[in-house]
């Protein structure tokens, strides 16, 4: 199947490929709900990157590729849905510029060049809204972790190229090996069904100041014409505005982030506030959100004739 691209040229020739383009089921269902990221990827250099068929198979998906919740966001790279939490903690879903893919996958000047370039869109990103550097050239950690693995033969002779490289205990050498092992790390791996909230974080979790960009939400196709984009719950934020100012009962809190979990607080309650849900799901989980019931007193008397019904059984 074509990508996108090929498929506009392709529909522009004529009447009767227009008609045979337009027909095509996938492409119109991206073209109606998904049009700003068909843009996007044209605009990122990255229009024929994917085919009509594996966006079309994105957005017919709901989870996230590398873990188990909803994933509200495509990462445009390789086209994979993928949600806030992966897309901060799994350095295979971040970007890295020209130079740093050559530093941090120990590359020759000459190989870089087989890296995808992502012409990244003027304008403000990721939930801080920063502006992204002028005529800023990005290629993906995936892809350098792929040709750094194919050069140097395996995932540990890369990781000894990266040492070898910066064995200096200059401030400098020091920092970049640190950033280097972050972005040659593979994802946390997640068990079905395991909250991935609840998962220990990757130690020196790393920013170079270019998470949010070539990822956008993306939308998914429940059924034939019929599209829902993710829901972010106010009572989550809530929730960790009280927790911030130390305003959250310690019951309540225990209840939310149990203490066996051993997790901190601030990373769970924050990973909720950026978690995204379908409509059901959404409307399943604020019946039992703690800042939601507060936030709904309609919600707070369903929650309490449900416990009693409950202990009735
Ligand atoms: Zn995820
Ligand atoms: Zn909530």
């Known amino acids: 199947m074509l990508d996108p691209q090929s498929t506009v040229h392709f529909s522009s020739v004529c009447f009767l490929a227009r008609s045979l383009a337009h027909a095509?089921?996938?492409?119109?269902?991206?073209?109606?709900?998904?049009?700003?990221?068909?843009?996007?990827?044209?605009?990122?250099?990255?229009?024929?990157?994917?085919?009509?068929?594996?966006?079309?198979?994105?957005?017919?998906?709901?989870?996230?590729?590398?873990?188990?919740?909803?994933?509200?966001?495509?990462?445009l790279p390789t086209a994979k849905r993928c949600c806030w939490e992966c897309l901060r903690h799994n350095p295979q879903l971040h970007l890295l510029s020209l130079k740093d893919a050559k530093r941090f996958f120990v590359l020759s000047k000459r190989s870089i060049e087989k890296l995808p370039r992502i012409h990244v869109i003027p304008g403000k990103y990721g939930i801080t809204q920063k502006p992204a550097p002028e005529h800023c050239i990005l290629t993906s950690v995936a892809a350098a972790r792929a040709l750094g693995i194919q050069q140097h033969g395996s995932p540990d002779k890369l990781a000894d190229a990266l040492s070898k490289r910066y064995s200096s205990r200059a401030h400098t050498s020091s920092r970049l090996l640190l950033l280097g092992r972050f972005f040659q790390m593979e994802p946390r791996p997640v068990a079905c069904g395991q909250d991935i909230l609840f998962l220990p974080t990757l130690a020196n979790i790393q920013s170079n100041g270019l998470l949010g960009m070539a990822s956008l939400p993306f939308p998914s196709l429940l059924s034939p014409g019929h599209a829902e984009t993710g829901l972010w719950c106010e009572g989550c934020s809530s929730t960790l505005r009280q927790y911030s100012v130390s305003q959250l009962r310690g019951d309540i809190l225990n209840t939310i982030v149990p203490p066996e979990s051993g997790c901190h607080p601030t990373i769970v309650l924050m990973g909720l506030e950026r978690r995204a849900y379908l409509r059901k799901a959404f409307l399943r989980h604020i019946k039992h959100c703690y800042g939601a019931l507060q936030m709904v007193p309609e919600l707070r008397d369903g929650a309490a004739a449900r416990q009693k019904a409950a202990r009735k059984h």
């Open 24 to 75: 095509s089921h996938a492409y119109r269902d991206l073209a109606t709900f998904a049009r700003d990221t068909l843009y996007a990827l044209g605009k990122l250099g990255l229009a024929g990157a994917h085919s009509i068929a594996d966006l079309h198979a994105a957005l017919r998906a709901e989870q996230c590729t590398s873990c188990n919740d909803y994933g509200v966001f495509l990462f």
